[in-house]
């Protein structure tokens, strides 16, 4: 069973999160929307003597500096943040030009960046 969880993006909210999951009911696998919140979960399983992903799948989201480095291992999602900013930047451009033109979904191609924390399941 999916849930969904809502805090700050912080090493420290991330912690007290997975603490606070850990205590009430641990999942197979948690996804956090972004890195900097799965390091801090990482730090929580890992206080709990669980393993990382032995016991306890983690991914984040971003692909940070931070969880390629050996200690972490993070495996996360890479996005193309460059052109989501050009886009976003175009968007608001063509709206100022057209206030009433109707709203535009656009894709971009995401990056799966497999790292230490995720096991096949």
Do not use: K
Not at 37 to 57: E, N, R, W, Y
């Amino acid at each position: 069973m999916s849930q969904s969880y809502a805090t700050d993006y912080t090493f420290d909210a991330g912690r007290a999160e997975m603490q606070r999951l850990l205590a009430a009911h641990p999942a197979e696998a948690y996804f956090c929307g972004d890195d900097l919140l799965a390091v801090g979960a990482l730090s929580a399983i890992q206080d709990t003597g669980l393993t990382v992903p032995g016991d306890i799948g983690l991914i984040g989201l971003n692909d940070m500096e931070m969880s390629r480095w050996q200690n972490i291992g993070l495996t996360t999602i890479r996005q193309p943040v460059a052109a989501m900013i050009e886009a976003a930047i175009d968007l608001v451009v063509a709206t100022i030009e057209t206030p009433d033109r109707p709203p535009e979904t656009r894709l971009f191609p995401c990056q799966v960046i497999e790292r230490e924390t995720l096991r096949r399941l």
